[in-house]
């Protein structure tokens, strides 16, 4: 395990971002080396395991939510691969690669079982997370996601067409305009990437690897759990972002459909509600029910 030094401990790469919390590069035996912030909780407190968005970094995703979830628990959130400072690879982009990536940060830190909390592209990382390394995980939080991102043949063609050419390109900057036939996910990118950000996340984004980017859109595109998603066993929440013009809130709730036991959480705004301060107090109250429900199965 590569200890490393503190990165952007205080603040964004720009230093006039928000504060964040200390950052380190953790070296993952044969699959590269990953990039974490952590916060310790109080003494005993269940360990979060924050799992960002596409597009996103742990510091995008996160960055309201560092301190008011850090009064409860453990938190560590790592870049995924191709996104930040997460792993760099030449091998196709995998979203069990990410999964398994995140398995073996839990092992480094020696963090046991964690409640697994997935945004967006986060949701099929937890839940692969759970399927693949199930000793790792205790509870599953998910935000704004679903179990498939794509419903039907023709859309699921265009989408991953679409990505697998633009992945096969050196020309990337088309990615946020938008996909062709695919509105939601046009508006998706539209909001997670507007025509003009703050520095300290322009930095952030400036760290991306653009080719895994493209393929992870790919990779969303042909994702889909709903067949396996009944046999998740541990306590989770769904929080519904009920004004999401990216991810219908329908489709989200097909996750509590499928989960035993899953109960709701509804956010009155939209997909990116995890960049206002509004988000902290429900995503608090979703992951204190998880841990609740862990301690009385124990």
Known sequence: MESGRATAATRGASGSGPPLPPGRRIALARRGTTFVREVKGPPGAPTLLLLHGWIASGALNWFRVFGPLSRHFNVIAPDLRGHGRGVRSNKLFRLADCADDCAETLVELGTGPVIAVGYSMGGPVAQLLWRRHRDLVDGLVFCATAGSFVFGTRERV?????????????????????????????????????????????????????????????????????????????????????????????????????????????????????????????????????????????
């Open 158 to 298: 265009i989408f991953t067409s679409t990505m697998a050419a633009a992945a096969g390109t050196t020309r990337v900057g088309g990615l946020v305009a938008g996909i062709p036939g695919m509105p939601n996910w046009a508006s998706l990118t539209r909001d997670i990437v507007p025509s003009s950000v703050p520095p300290w996340a322009s930095g952030e984004m400036r760290r991306h690897n653009w080719r895994m980017l493209l393929e992870a859109g790919h990779s969303l595109g042909t994702y889909d759990a709903r067949r396996w998603l009944p046999e998740i066993d541990v306590p989770t929440a769904v929080m519904v972002t009920q004004r999401d013009r990216a991810l219908a809130p329908a489709v989200q709730l097909g996750l509590r459909d499928a989960i035993a036991g899953a109960s709701v959480h509804p956010v009155d705004d939209g997909h990116v509600v995890c960049a206002k301060a509004s988000f902290a107090p429900p995503l608090i109250d979703a992951c204190g029910e998880v841990a609740a429900r862990i301690v009385n199965r124990s």
